[in-house]
């Protein structure tokens, strides 16, 4: 029969061992929470924030190439040039759209944009013979303020700043959903393809 002493020794050692058991499944359990709160907050960085590609990298480390977009001055009858910088691209085709979106996107300085807000650019492509073959959505039309004034500005400041930038490209036509344009507006007749004006350019620019 056990003396008092030791049961005192038995009982001090299993409220011990809880206790220790304790401490075990709640260091557990303290762990299990942070590694949860970790994967979650890794998680959530990476979805807000998510991880730069190589494409991503190369794309923002991309050459830059110089040129010169044909905007209309205070008057919007004249064309002036903006110095620009759009990506460096490998093909004609793909020079030429940087320069469409840019002439669409509007002038950084005070000089007038001569592509109404929101136009879509559909397609460029660039033939052997030098035409430019320029596909817009038909919300050009919609958008469009109309006049011959206007009509003439747009035509050419798109003619212009390709021809000027891309030696290569001879002419210009306009298209609407890939098929042929024959008016913006009813006033200058689109149905046949335009070439590089000098005329229209601002006095400074000549």
Known sequence: MA?????????????????NLRLFFLSL?????????????ISLFDYVYPPTTGKEVARGKREKQKVQLYFA?????????EIRYIPKRNSINETAGEL?????????TS?????????????VK?????????????????????????????????TNTLSINI???KRVKLLINKKELKTIKGHIDTRHS????RELFSHNSR
């Not at 001055?73 to 040039?81: A, G, V």
């Open 167 to 169: 030696p290569k490209i």
């Open 100 to 108: 469409v979106k840019a002439l669409i996107e509007g002038p950084k």
């Open 73 to 81: 001055d205070s008057n919007e009858r004249f064309l002036t040039p």
């Open 111 to 123: 000089l007038v944009r001569t592509f109404p807000e929101g136009v879509k650019l559909q397609s």
């Open 126 to 158: 660039v033939t052997k013979n030098g035409t430019a073959y320029v596909s817009f959505g038909k919300n050009l039309i919609t958008l469009h303020p109309g006049g011959s004034t206007s009509e003439i500005i747009t035509i050419y400041s798109l």
């Open 194 to 197: 335009f070439t590089l004006n």
């Open 29 to 41: 359990i303290l762990m299990l929470a942070a590694g949860f709160l970790a994967f979650f907050f």
């Open 3 to 19: 003396t008092k002493k030791q049961r005192k020794t038995r009982e001090s050692k299993a409220k011990k061992k809880k206790r």
